[in-house]
């Protein structure tokens, strides 16, 4: 069965910190991994990683993918209370373009 | 900027009763999914057309939930009956293209249901 694994579900950092934020899978047919913010509110996409090595950056959000071990991360430096959402990673699977998603990891930024 | 336009945003329903939600996906967007978020879970897909047709529905509870996009623009979700399990984040997503699973979907508001 395919599934996406995120961790830590939650984290609690103070403003200027440094996270990051790990995303497993185990999905057959896979064709891109997605990164999405999610505050009360629908996910905003932030990024899609279709190849191992490559970084994509936006801002003080970066993030990898590792095709070989299966996982991607997604770190924030410096961040802001703004920053305090759920960050959902997702998987495309397959030719129809289904997302299958984590869970989720909780931020907390506290000023 | 386009966006994906979803109504209504909140509805509270009691058991047994039948609902519906309403989707607009951005202009030119081919592919629709409809997703159900339960609290502190991810979102899970329940259905995708491609155009009018549907692609994915094996998440759909057909017993109790249909879907259709009659001309391939708009789209409507019914729950019916519907129960106490139902209470979750509906939300409409859409590509402008789907094979090869590599195109990012772009979220609408969402309907949050409350079933009493």
């Known amino acids: 069965e395919d599934k996406v694994v995120q961790s830590p579900l939650s984290l609690v950092v103070h403003e200027g910190d440094t996270v990051t934020l790990n995303c497993s899978y185990e999905?057959?047919?896979?064709?891109?991994l997605l990164w999405y913010k999610q505050e009360k509110k629908a996910p905003t996409f932030l990024f899609m990683l279709?190849?191992?090595?490559i970084e994509k950056k936006s801002g003080r959000l970066s993030s990898i993918l590792d095709k070989k071990e299966l996982f991607s991360i997604l770190n924030i430096t410096a961040t802001q209370t703004g920053d305090s959402a759920v960050y959902l990673c997702a998987v495309g699977s397959s030719n129809t373009g289904k997302l299958i998603f984590g869970q989720g990891t909780t931020l907390q930024v506290k000023p | 900027e386009a966006e994906v336009a979803q109504s209504p945003r909140y509805k509270i329903t009691e058991k047994s009763q039948a609902v519906a939600f309403w989707c607009d996906p951005i202009?030119?967007?081919?592919?629709l999914y409809w997703y159900r978020q339960i609290l502190g879970q991810g979102p899970e897909l329940l259905v995708q057309?491609?155009?009018?047709?549907?692609?994915?529905d094996s998440q759909l509870p057909k017993d109790r939930f249909s879907a259709e996009r009659l001309k391939g623009v708009d789209s409507t979700l019914k729950i019916q009956p519907a129960e106490l399990g139902d209470s979750a984040m509906y939300l409409c997503a859409s590509s402008s293209r789907a094979g090869q699973g590599s195109y990012e979907q772009y979220f609408g508001p969402g309907t949050r249901l409350t079933v009493t």
């Open positions: 279709t190849s191992s090595g």
């Open positions: 057309f491609q155009d009018e047709s549907v692609v994915d």
């Open positions: 999905v057959t047919n896979f064709r891109s």
């Open positions: 202009s030119g967007h081919a592919t």
